[in-house]
């Protein structure tokens, strides 16, 4: 069955670092596109960045800069890279497959268990 297992989530400070990872199986990783979420207390589950099938990224505009998506097609496993943390990205972020897209949670197929990240100031 379809599994999307994230890790790396933490508490760090301000300006910290960062990095998560999302195991994948069950279905043809390198194919789909693959992206990070996150949802906040009170917020609407927002995507953090995407990455398609060709490697062409795309990131939100609160996370240009700072934030790098990648993955491992031979390990079937997406990164996504924080750096210069701020207390605003403290969130539950979520592992996010879509065979046609991965822009909207409207167009995800599969989801993770979610990751919490806390930014302290």
């Known amino acids: 069955q379809v599994q999307l297992v994230e890790s790396g989530g933490g508490s760090v400070q301000a300006g910290g670092s960062l990095r998560l990872s999302c195991a994948a199986s069950g279905f043809p990783f390198s194919t789909y596109c693959m992206g990070w979420f996150r949802q906040a207390p009170g917020k609407e589950r927002e995507r953090v960045a995407s990455i398609y099938s060709d490697g062409t990224s795309v990131y939100a505009d609160s996370v240009k800069g700072r934030f790098t998506i990648s993955k491992d097609n031979a390990k079937n496993t997406l990164y996504l890279q924080m750096r210069s943390l701020k207390p605003e990205d403290t969130a539950m972020y979520y592992c996010?497959?879509?065979?046609?897209?991965?822009?909207?949670?409207?167009?995800?197929?599969?989801w993770g268990q979610g990751t919490q990240v806390t930014v302290s100031s």
């Open positions: 996010a497959a879509g065979s046609w897209g991965c822009d909207t949670p409207h167009a995800v197929n599969f």
